[in-house]
């Protein structure tokens, strides 16, 4: 999607899409990736997502980047969090303790923003993005993350027909293609969701199945 869409969104506090409350296959699957304790954990496209006070509270630095200042303002107010705001090149830097949100285009990180990262937790980046994004956003993610890093990966896949997304349907085989070349790829739970998730049945959704990938970067 182009970034004014979602600048829009959290404008327009249009945000279905939000999650107030923990993911549910962060508790479930996260510690099967084994990524060390206290190390660096990137999260991509976070919104005000309380899955990063998660992480943090599992001793992990989080490092998260965000394109929506409103967004990221409320994430700070919203947990009561201390924050300083500097700016590095073109992205504005929103940090606490042990946690640090880049504000701007997630295509302007390098690799020095993600120094020592050891693990990705991806809920809602990729499947934020149409597909003519979604090869840039992984051929990007291929260029900062190190060897040996490892992402715990959130999907969708429905019917496209039914729904035009976001979020959009991101299919097993896609995963492969994105992944499959650079990184070990493993299904971890496939689930059907529609009855958790009344938003998409409104939506005209039949069908929605929610997938979780454990990658490991070659």
Excluded at 12 to 30: C, M
Aim: proline share 5%; charged share 20%; aromatic share 12%.
């Amino acid at each position: 999607m182009q970034a004014e869409f979602w600048l829009e969104r959290w404008a327009q506090n249009q945000i279905g899409f939000h999650n107030p409350d923990y993911h549910p296959g962060l508790a479930a699957y996260w510690d099967d990736l084994q990524v060390p304790e206290a190390s660096t954990v990137f999260v991509p496209l976070c919104g005000k997502s309380l899955d990063l006070l998660w992480l943090r509270r599992r001793g992990y630095r989080v490092v998260a980047v965000e394109l929506s200042r409103v967004a990221v303002e409320a994430f700070f107010a919203e947990n009561d969090l201390s924050v300083s705001v500097s700016r590095q090149g073109e992205l504005a830097v929103f940090a606490a303790d042990g946690l640090t949100i880049y504000c701007g285009d997630f295509f302007a990180l390098t690799a020095a923003e993600l120094a020592n990262v050891a693990g990705v937790y991806d809920r809602a980046a990729l499947v934020a993005l149409p597909p003519a994004m979604r090869s840039a956003y992984a051929a990007k993610m291929r260029e900062l993350l190190p060897a040996g890093c490892r992402t715990l990966l959130v999907t969708f896949d429905y019917d496209q027909a039914e729904m035009a997304g976001p979020p959009f349907a991101v299919p097993a085989g896609e995963v492969a293609t994105l992944y499959g070349s650079w990184c070990d790829v493993t299904e971890k739970a496939v689930a059907d969701i529609l009855d958790d998730e009344p938003r998409f049945r409104e939506r005209g959704v039949s069908r929605i199945q929610e997938s979780i990938y454990a990658l490991t970067v070659r």
